[in-house]
């Protein structure tokens, strides 16, 4: 599903990751909701996706910063590294497809597809609970609010202009 993308692929991809259905699990998701209403038109791309599949490594070719937020119960608090992006990233891509991957094979395909985003980084969004249900723990509520605001400062080192990183924005890309 595709939050925004308006007219020629802007600099910036950010992939928030995780199920609706399994309470922290969804951080990723939230932070990408969050982002698309900070974002303007053309600056950053955001996309959610319950898993990461095949068919991203299309929307990450040829991209200056790759972000891809997940939930994690292995951190306590956010956090972000980068991920190599060099001749061969390591991930899985053999002749046999799964319909999920991880990030450095995504990287992979991009390769395959064309030109391999510049900058990919990940951010583990700490998460307390997985059990079923639609609400975020406190803990992982909190990190969320801390994505947003690293996810920014990211976004402004590619973007450029901190001033065009804070106009809201509507998604209906009216201004708010």
């Known amino acids: 599903m595709t939050l925004r993308s ?14 609706e259905l399994r309470s922290d699990d969804a951080a990723g998701r939230r932070v990408a909701e969050l ?4 974002h303007p038109p053309g600056a950053v791309e955001v996309r959610v996706a319950h898993q990461l599949t095949p068919e991203l490594a299309d929307v990450m070719t040829g991209r200056e910063l790759v972000i891809v937020v997940d939930a994690s119960v292995e951190v306590r ?12 990233a390591g991930g899985e891509v053999t002749g046999v497809m799964s319909h999920h991957l991880d990030v450095a094979a995504l990287i992979d395909l991009t390769r395959l597809l064309g030109e391999r985003p ?17 609400a975020l723990s406190p803990g992982t509520t909190a990190a969320v609010s801390v994505a947003v605001v690293r996810i920014m400062q990211l976004c402004r080192e590619v973007v450029g202009s901190p001033r065009s990183l804070e106009q809201a924005t509507a998604p209906d890309g009216s201004s708010r």
């Open 6 to 19: 308006d007219g020629d692929r802007p600099p910036v991809l950010i992939v928030g990751v995780g199920s």
């Open 77 to 88: 608090e956010v956090t972000s590294e980068e991920v190599d992006t060099g001749p061969a």
């Open 118 to 134: 510049r900058q990919v980084r990940t951010l583990a969004v700490p998460a307390y609970d997985l059990t079923l249900g639609t």
């Open 35 to 38: 982002l698309v209403a900070r």
